[in-house]
């Protein structure tokens, strides 16, 4: 099982790579089974004892291209398949939940989901709550000295979880994480953060597996690694790469947290230091070269985020129609004011 | 329409003109007849409700849920057919049924061979077919024309244009629900080729005269059923002209900035459309926007979007189509040029799918 407050961090072999991106799956697979086996290490040995049903839950969200960092690499989620399909005959499953804005099904199609799926013979399920595998179960947790009540589906509950979030920004400007990604499954009337800490607890993951073969700051970044560790202590590492630290609402909220995890207490004002130690090749380099390349990941991505919003800037608006009107002009449909005239 | 009928149905001054389908381009479209000159909207349709309200927002008297109902009850002189395209024919069908002259967003249709029956139902009908192909109206592509026409490069052997935007998947952060037929190949016809390429096909033909396709591929960075990239060989016999086309719906576009390249290597020097955009968009916005401003007090028309030119030569578009129907001229682009856009697109897609093939293919291994 995971060390409380270690992450272990490896490094994928890229010498035989051209450009950052590798774009046959089938490559990326097999580059990807030796890091993958190295991070999770002792995990796989553990999960593989479940008698029961081992379920992947990688951050598909919507079918941004995997070279954008924006997603989990689907042949990351494939080579965990692989690595369990060799240990355990419990049965394996990935899941994601569809939203408003986009069908699971179809998310996962366009990522290429059922065909890895195929591979090893995983089920491939969409745990929305209306769906057929959407039975939830509520409890309640004590969060910032609130209660925090959370439905999560049974299914997440009941299985051996292994969460595998890209290393992203969201849409707020917070690391997208183990916890948020847990927290798409999660209904509840408290705010993203604690409902993200609250899921967490509730589905009690036995791992968290960070992709960061492509990380997303301001743009892309090819940083060929991968960290794995208790989902808080992996989160909190994401979010001090961002420079977020216990900004980050989620991590400084996480009862993982502690002083003696984080090395600091949150609310100090300092970034979370948490202990990244190098596996498989990562280890085999000097300590000094795998530091630097942690420097230069945070380099990358301290102050990431995403691009901006299609929507104008109000006062950009605002300008337009004043010259629309004055000038005579049209309004262009992508300037008007939602909801407005 | 194309005879001398041209006092239209509706005996008005104005050409009277209905909407089918006020998404995305159907709103550039209704903005633009609105802002137009001697043409008066009649009704809008469009099957979902939030569409419809922008639309009577935008002014429209009349909204339909429907296409089929407007057009048997509106009296009109001319429609803007903005739906998918899997329902282009049905429209153009029940418009001649009508005798509405139609102004067909791109791709005019799925195949060829659906052209032709809209076509020949068009010319049994009488009815003009224009079709929305807008980069021969945009000011970067008239000034690559103009340069060309003058021969300030001299001889061209070699062009290149590459179109590329987000598609129908767009880029983060995602606010709505991608639509589902750009990517269903029996809705849209194709993927990037009849979405992006076809406006290069009409925009190389506007300039060299007819291609001849030698070569194509494509690909689908995703696990999508159309292709979502295509690369292109072209050869123009007249102007002696080698070309490679690029038009992909896989890059993140983030307007203002719209990736169009195109380039004409000469003899003596380039041709690039990037030399007659403003250098600084909001720069050139504003100064469109003055002299639109300074328009209205001399009482001149104004440019109607004019400080976006990619929505400018949208209206540009639509009032050729207009003034050709009032003048009872062939619209400046019909059905044929539509066609023969798609019929190039087509001929890159079979050979593409030859090549792919091929590729997959296991190459024999002789002693």
Redesign the interface.
Known sequence: MDQPNIVRGALVDTDDHRGGWTPTLDARLSALESPVGEALGPVLESVADEPDRITIVPDAHYPFHPSTGMVTDPAVVGAVLDHLSWRTDADLAVAGVSTECMPFERTAEYLGYPDLCERTGADLVDLASDGDDGDTTRQVFPVDDRSVAVSVPERLREDTVLVLPSLRPTDEGAVAGGMRTLGRFADAVAEPAPTAVAATRAIEPASCLLDATTAYGDEPYAANALFAGPTPVVDALGASLFGTGFDDRAVALAPDATESVTGVEPGSGSTPQIRVEPVGRAATESTDDFEAQLDTLRARLEGGALPPSDDTHPAVSIAYRLYAAVGGDAVPPQLELRGGG | MLSSTIGRLTGSDDLALGVLGVG?IG??HL??A??MPGVEVRAVADVLPENRA?AE?AGVPQTYDDYTTLLERENLDAAVIALPPFLHADAVERAAAAGVDVFVEKPLARSTAEADRMLDTAREAGIAVGVDHTLRYQPDMIGVKSEFEDGTVGHVPYASITRLNDGP?G????????P?WPLDPDAAGGGSLLELGIHCFDVLEWLFGELEVQDASTDS????PVEDAATVLLRAPETETSITLHCGS?Q?E??PEVNTRLRLEGITGTISNQDHLPQNFYAGAAKS?LT??L??FTGDE???????FY?QAH?EALSAFCEAIREGERPPIDGEDGRRSLELAETAAELAAETNTAELEPVEVTR
């Open positions: 995305n709103m550039v903005k633009s609105r802002s922008r927002r998947l880029r983060p952060p995602v606010e709505n629900a991608p589902s960075t995703l696990d999508i896989y993140w983030q307007l926007a639109n401003v328009r209205r104004p440019d109607v979007f004019g400080p976006t929505l209206y």
